[in-house]
């Protein structure tokens, strides 16, 4: 029988194909991809579990492992944002009543926050004002008082602009048994990271900043020790789809379906990461420090000063205070409509206060730099 049901026409646009317009992306994140990424994403997707791509995913594993300096074997992508990445650490390391001890200094302290006590983790945290960093001694003091199963860090408070010092946390975290976790999303590629080295057990990471791919395909590491906690857990990890116990069966020599693989992003991530390893990590870093010091030059002489300390500064996201008198919305709303660049203002505390600068990947070169400052140049009161 014919239907009689009439189709519901009113959501049926009729658009022109896509147009989007050309940004350069100077805030906290997208950054805009390196054009050879882009050409990456455009090939024919493969099955998830066809042996060119199995093949993929081993390059992207080895290659997580150098950018991280790492040679932790649970080191994968999660399909996701790196807040997926985030989750997944979160999930995998914390038991329902773990101590886990947060350093909040900023936005991303608080996530990892909120996310640890939906975990069922016992949350504790020591502040900083935004902008500063923990010294070992406070982290020394706090991980003595609170003996936590988790300690937890941001090393790049995108927030904030502040780097997060590691040398020595891991050790402090050997002596009282707990392990280490890093959120490394905005530093990763960006900003020297030995995560062996530092002892760090749990880091995550994102694909659209300091890696310049498209977002959606993000770093997730887990150390010797994280890997043995994970096993030992009395409880399932209380998140399916971001279940180390089960990604690693995927990602792993066993190759059992998982979920579908966003074949595309993952294309991209290997050739982002691919271009990484060609430049060299050492290069690499040195060119987010000279193109940020750069930009740092020429903010303070265009009379802006910055927020944080020049020795805790990220070399991926710099934060500058807003003049007293100047409408920080208006002059990122202009730079965007005007001359198609994008900064982003401050969150939380640092709302109305500051604008975020980023330079990651492969928007970290003097022409970005010398574009913003024209635009500023013309657009500042
Ligand atoms: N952690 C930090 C430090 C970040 O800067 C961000 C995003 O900017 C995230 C986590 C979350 O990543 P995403 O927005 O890719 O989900």
Redesign the pocket.
């Known amino acids: 029988m014919m239907q009689t049901l009439s189709i519901n026409d009113s959501q049926r646009l009729q658009l022109a194909p896509l147009v989007v317009p050309s940004r350069l992306l100077l805030g906290?994140?997208p950054s805009n991809a390196h054009p050879t990424v882009l050409e990456a994403m455009n090939k024919p997707p493969v099955g998830h579990l066809d042996p060119a791509f199995l093949a993929i995913m081993d390059e992207i594993q080895s290659l997580l492992r150098y950018v991280w300096q790492t040679d932790n074997q649970y080191t994968i992508a999660v399909s996701g944002?790196?807040?997926?990445a985030?989750e997944a650490a979160i999930a995998n390391a914390t038991e329902p009543g773990d101590v886990v001890l947060v350093g909040v200094a900023g936005y991303?302290g608080n996530?990892l926050v909120d996310m640890a006590g939906r975990y069922g983790g016992d949350v504790r945290t020591i502040t900083k004002p935004w902008g500063q960093v923990f010294t070992l001694d406070e982290l020394r003091s706090a991980v003595s008082t609170h003996r936590p199963a988790i300690l937890a860090l941001?090393h790049?408070?995108?927030s904030t602009g502040a780097r997060q010092p590691l040398e020595g946390v891991g050790e402090l975290c050997r002596e009282f048994g707990c392990l280490l976790l890093v959120?490394t999303?905005?530093s990763l590629g960006g900003v020297p990271i030995f995560l062996d080295e530092w002892g760090v057990d749990l880091a995550y990471s994102?694909s659209?900043k300091g890696l310049g791919c498209p977002?959606g395909a993000?770093p997730l590491t887990m150390s010797q020790n994280a890997v043995e906690k994970l096993k030992r857990r009395q409880t399932k990890v209380a998140n399916w789809y971001l279940d180390m116990t089960l990604l690693s069966k995927y990602w792993g020599s066993d190759r059992i379906y998982h979920h579908t693989a966003p074949i595309n992003l993952y294309y991209a991530l290997r050739e982002a990461l691919r271009l990484v390893a060609q430049e060299g990590l050492a290069s690499c870093w040195q060119r987010h420090q000279q193109n940020v010091e750069y930009l740092w030059q020429g903010l303070e002489e265009l009379g802006l000063s910055l927020h944080v300390d020049r020795q805790f500064r990220l070399p991926t996201l710099t934060t500058v205070r807003i003049p007293q008198g100047v409408d920080g919305k208006a002059v990122a709303r202009q730079l965007l409509l005007e001359h198609n660049i994008e900064i982003s203002g401050g969150l939380g505390e640092l709302a109305g206060k500051v604008w975020r600068v980023g330079l990651m990947g492969f928007n970290s070169r003097k022409e970005s730099v010398d574009r913003l400052l024209e635009a500023l140049r013309q657009v500042l009161p």
Not at 81 to 84: E, F, L, P, Q, V
């Open positions: 906290p994140g944002t790196g807040t997926a985030m991303f996530r941001v790049a408070e995108t959120d999303v905005t994102c659209q977002p993000s």
